[in-house]
């Protein structure tokens, strides 16, 4: 299977609570009018500038071995390296939102309205987040419609520059799933353009194969923990 997924924008649901913890607000904080007025804004402009587009490729363990081995580049131990040998299958993915409203960011930037293009940033980038769970969810669905699947199967995706996968691992991603279909290009320090894109690999599996602790070397320099909400959604 290798399938390019158009979604509609509506479709994406951004969570202000989690944009405005971006911008460092508490959500326990009501938020100044002013810091309301800017999200309203900048959430009016991202589905106004958003042309979300995602690509899923179905690839298998022993080819996903040598795409995560990349340039040589990874962590020693790694999360990703225990939990893909344990699964059931494996999808490349990459999501983006289109060209236009990263413009719109460095645009404002360049402009000095820092307050609007710091919005905007965090919208597309929790945008861009809501895109990659649909993208999961795409794949989720069509392993059960192919009865790959069960109910009690869990799907969870994961990105080069995480978790000891180095971010160098996207060379040889993009090499296997030809993002460049749905307008993504890869630069020569690997970062992706459109800025706000993402890429990886969806793991499908019994939720046991994607628990793991956050005790790796790498882990007390990670200020996100999102695994850790992950594993407890599972």
């Known amino acids: ?22 911008q460092g607000i508490s959500p326990c904080t009501e938020p ?5 007025a800017l999200l309203n804004i900048a959430t009016d402009l991202f589905y106004e500038l958003s042309a979300p587009v995602g690509i899923l490729s179905e690839v298998s363990i022993s080819e ?8 040589g580049q990874n962590e020693k131990t790694t999360p990703v390296d225990e939990i893909f040998r344990q699964a059931a299958n494996l999808a490349l993915f990459a999501v983006t939102l289109g ?51 069960t ?32 307008g993504i290009s890869l630069g020569d320090s690997f970062l992706m353009h459109p800025l706000k894109s993402i890429s990886g690999v969806v793991i499908a599996g019994q939720k046991e194969i994607h628990y793991f602790k956050d005790n790796f ?7 996100r923990r999102t695994c850790r909400e992950r594993i407890k959604s599972l």
């Not at 100044?32 to 309301?36: A, D, Q, R, T, V």
């Not at 710091?118 to 895109?131: I, P, Q, Y």
């Not at 199967?153 to 799933?177: A, D, M, N």
């Open 1 to 22: 299977m290798r399938e390019i997924i158009n979604f509609p924008i509506q479709d994406i649901k951004t969570d202000a609570d989690a944009i405005l913890k971006n």
């Open 32 to 36: 100044p009018e002013k810091i309301n």
């Open 64 to 71: 996903f071995e040598v795409i995560y081995c990349g340039e």
């Open 99 to 149: 060209e236009e409203v990263s413009q719109k960011i460095n645009e404002l930037f360049k402009l000095n309205e820092f307050a609007l293009g710091s919005m905007l940033d965090s919208v597309a980038s929790e945008g861009t987040e809501k895109a990659g769970d649909i993208t999961e969810n795409h794949f989720f669905k069509y392993l059960i419609k192919n009865k790959k699947a």
């Open 151 to 182: 109910t009690s199967t869990r799907v969870v995706r994961y990105s080069p520059g995480y978790c000891g996968w180095h971010i160098s691992g996207q060379k040889k991603l993009f090499e296997f799933l030809h993002p460049e279909d749905i």
């Open 217 to 223: 070397p790498f882990c007390h320099e990670c200020t």
